[in-house]
Every structure is written in structure tokens, then in C-alpha cells.
């Protein structure tokens, strides 16, 4: 009895002192959030246990389409291109600038989503992972968008080299180059056609304003024609009488 009395206490006491003493260091301010130093082990390891069982248990029930499309790929391609490699870089351009000053530095993608699902990998980036500077892009991609870089996460980028990359990236640099230069044609088009538009406008003003002046002149030139011939008819007919 008395054993069970003490256990009972030892329980009381951890369970109001555990949650003192956690709440009594998170307001001393020694806990430290720099950025620029890595998190503690013990901190690093439980906060990765449990961004891992939550992103298995969120993403348990999402089914996932084909991804060995290549058209899904090269979209991927170009979507990682644009709004993931400056953070999680590539083979032969890692770390990038930014994630030097990051923590937790983000991961290299072809090689830390190999043990995750399909279905995972498409949450991740639907959702991001809070406290770890991975955002949600479910506002700025479709459901779509995500599966097709997806797809190239998970069915061509573990296998590109270096070198591959590198001339993935260049092609893409040329279309976005001709891309580029086939927009700037058409606004070109467009701007003269819009001029041409108002040149003709401002023509047929001109031409409206010239006729009516015309119109204008002969209405005038005919009233004082039929004045004079009235009053040349007056005339004539007072010296008769």
C-alpha cells in the first residue's frame, strides 16, 4: 500500500512539474531560435518523428496517378526549375545560397524523397511542413501542377547526373529564351495594330471634320447666292414700280 502511495505522488509531482519546468524555460529565453546553428539532436530527431508520422497519416488515403508520363515530367522539370531549386538546388548545385542560411537546411529532394510514397510527396508539397521553411503551394499550383513535379521527383530526378541536369536546365533556358522573344512579337503586333487602328480613327475624323466644313461652306455659299438673288430681285422690282 504504501509503494502504491509513493508511485501515485511520484506521478502527481512529474505531471505538475514536467509541464512547469517546460513552460518556465520556454519564456526564460534560453531556448534559441537563431537560424545560423542547428537544432538540438534530441529537439531535431522528436520534431522529425513527428513531421514524418503526420505526413504519412495525412497522405494515407491520397491515390496517385501514373507518373512515368513524359509530359508530366518535363512539366515537373520546369515547375522545379522555377520555384524549388533555389532552396533545395540540384546534382552538382548544392547547397544554394539560400539554404546555406537556413535551419533546418533543406533537404536534397532526389535523395530525401526516395523512402516516401508518391501520395506523401504530393502532400508535402500541397501543404508545406510548418516550422521548417517548406511553404504551401496550393495556391499558387494546381492539383495538376503538383502531380507533374511529382512525377519528376520521383521517376527521373534521382537519376540525372550532374551533366544531365546541366544541359536540362540549358534546354530549358532556350525555350524560355524563344518563349520570350515570341511574346515580345506579338505585343510588337499588337502595338501596331493598335496604332494602326488610331491612325485610321484620327483619318476619318479628319475626313469627317473636312466634309462637314465642306458641307458647312457650301451651305453658306448657297445662302448668300439666294440672299443676293433676293435682294437683287427686290431691287429690280422697286425700279419697276
Not at 8 to 23: E, N, R
Not at 75 to 94: L, N, S
Not at 125 to 153: H, Y
Request: with cysteine; net charge negative.
Amino acid at each position: 500500500m504504501k509503494t502504491i502511495s509513493i508511485t501515485v505522488l511520484t506521478l502527481v509531482l512529474a505531471a505538475i512539474l514536467i509541464p512547469a519546468g517546460a513552460w518556465a524555460y520556454m519564456h526564460s529565453g534560453r531556448y534559441d531560435v537563431a537560424a545560423n546553428r542547428p537544432e538540438e539532436p534530441t529537439i531535431a530527431a522528436l520534431l522529425s518523428m513527428t513531421s514524418d508520422a503526420s505526413v504519412a497519416w495525412h497522405a494515407r488515403s491520397i491515390p496517385a496517378p501514373a507518373l512515368t508520363d513524359p509530359s508530366m515530367i518535363h512539366k515537373g522539370f520546369m515547375i522545379y526549375r522555377d520555384d524549388c531549386v533555389e532552396c533545395h538546388g540540384a546534382p552538382g548545385a548544392y547547397p544554394t545560397e539560400i539554404s546555406r542560411g537556413m535551419q533546418p537546411v533543406p533537404p536534397r529532394l532526389w535523395k530525401s524523397t526516395a523512402d516516401m510514397s508518391p501520395s506523401e510527396v504530393f502532400w508535402v508539397i500541397k501543404n508545406g511542413i510548418k516550422m521548417t521553411g517548406m511553404p504551401s503551394w496550393q495556391k499558387e499550383d494546381n492539383d495538376r501542377d503538383i502531380w507533374n513535379l511529382v512525377a519528376f521527383v520521383k521517376d527521373q530526378f534521382p537519376k540525372l547526373s550532374p551533366r544531365q541536369y546541366a544541359q536540362m536546365d540549358r534546354q530549358a533556358g532556350v525555350q524560355d529564351h524563344e518563349a520570350g522573344d515570341a511574346d515580345e512579337r506579338g505585343a510588337g503586333v499588337e502595338h501596331d495594330d493598335a496604332d494602326e487602328h488610331h491612325a485610321k480613327a484620327e483619318h476619318g475624323d479628319a475626313d469627317e471634320h473636312h466634309a462637314k466644313a465642306e458641307h458647312g461652306d457650301a451651305d453658306e455659299h448657297h445662302a448668300k447666292a439666294e440672299h443676293g438673288d433676293a435682294d437683287e430681285h427686290g431691287a429690280e422690282k422697286r425700279d419697276s414700280d
